[in-house]
């Protein structure tokens, strides 16, 4: 751990932002495990959890391309600041989440959120690569990811304890004041988040995108990498049949459910904070490895999803869970550090805005694919048939990249 530590103790911006990110992501979690338990209470039926889901990555997916654009063209920490305040308002609306008649309240703050994380991801992904130097990127990337783990871990876990003393109204205004702490935390650093480039032409969402594709195009990794995330965002239906698997499969009762829930999104968040740092270790000497390892990454997570129906403990199924998100977590966190690594900044975060895009068109498609399925197939086997198709996935992207094997690290393209 000494590099994390060295790095967080070195650069005080960096150390900044990831403060917030463990604030904001937290509560984020904190709030999902609880909804996602109530939902099915106040409705009685399992879709409207797919469909807080689906909405959430659906409007994230359609804004990404406008978002991209002006992540390029204006203040990054600016845009991560107002997103993280949006959010703020927008979480509060849960409060209101009290019977059958209000759950849509449900999907417009979540599909809000999701907006505004539209802005927020590719603007902090885009930044990272100027808040360190260019041989801290590696360990700023994992650290980044192991963010996103293990405030799910905490977040997940802690949030279905308190959902089952406190009750989930609770967990929803602790998320909304952790984005107010977390806009705060950014606006402090000083370092630029990007290079300036307010004196360019203003130019509309459709070139920003014919620009984008063109740059792409120049360098076959490029693209490689932007498909690399679609494989376990295929197996995405599967997360949101949680709920049920806990009823289902582990026998736990409405009042345990939200428990169940939190314990195996939390073993999502260890596997997803583990992921990355185990392929770091892989590709720390020679980066040639790191197509080897995405592709690996794929196929263990896809194992996982197909063997987890198959356990009949929470403890067994947690384990699973576990060892499915080692592969999802690292396959997101090194093909992002992949992408930071050969995509030059002036065109950055409308590289991130199409991977974020792609990724999550594909999640939200699971995700309604799921919750069509959530009534009328036992959840066993739609965890099974999502795993499957990662794994011909997997093969597919395996066999294609093949070539890209032989390049040695990861040089920026010319462009």
Known sequence: MTPYVSLLRRERDFRRVFVAELLSLGGDWFALVPLLALLPRLTGSGAWGAMVLAADTAVFALLSPYAGSIVDRLDRRRIMVIADLVS?????????VRSSGTAWVALVALAGVAGAKAF?????????????????????????????????AVGAGVGGLAASVVGPHWCFAIDAVSFLFSAGLTWRTTRPFGEDRRHLPRTGVRADLRETVAYARTDPRVVGLLACKIGPSIGHGTIAM???????????????????????????????????????????????????????????????????PLTHWLVFGMLVVVVAHLGGGGNWILSTYGLQSIVPDHVRGRVFAVDYMLSTVVIACSQVVAGSLADRVDPRWVSLGFGSLVLLYAVGWLVWTRRFRRVQGLVPAEV
């Open 88 to 96: 703020a308002v927008l979480i509060s609306l849960l409060l209101f």
């Open 120 to 152: 927020y991801s590719p603007a902090a992904a885009a930044a990272l690569p100027n808040l360190v130097d260019r041989e801290d990127l590696p360990v700023a990337t994992v650290l980044n990811g192991a963010t996103w783990g293990t405030m799910l």
């Open 242 to 308: 949680y709920p049920l698997l806990a009823a289902s499969v582990y026998g736990y009762g409405p009042d345990g459910v939200a428990f169940a829930v939190g314990m195996l999104f939390a073993a999502r968040g260890v596997g997803a904070l583990l992921g990355p740092i185990l392929g770091r270790h892989f590709i720390a000497r020679e980066e040639r490895y790191l197509w080897s390892v995405l592709g690996a990454c794929m196929v263990v997570f896809a194992v996982g999803y197909m063997v987890l």
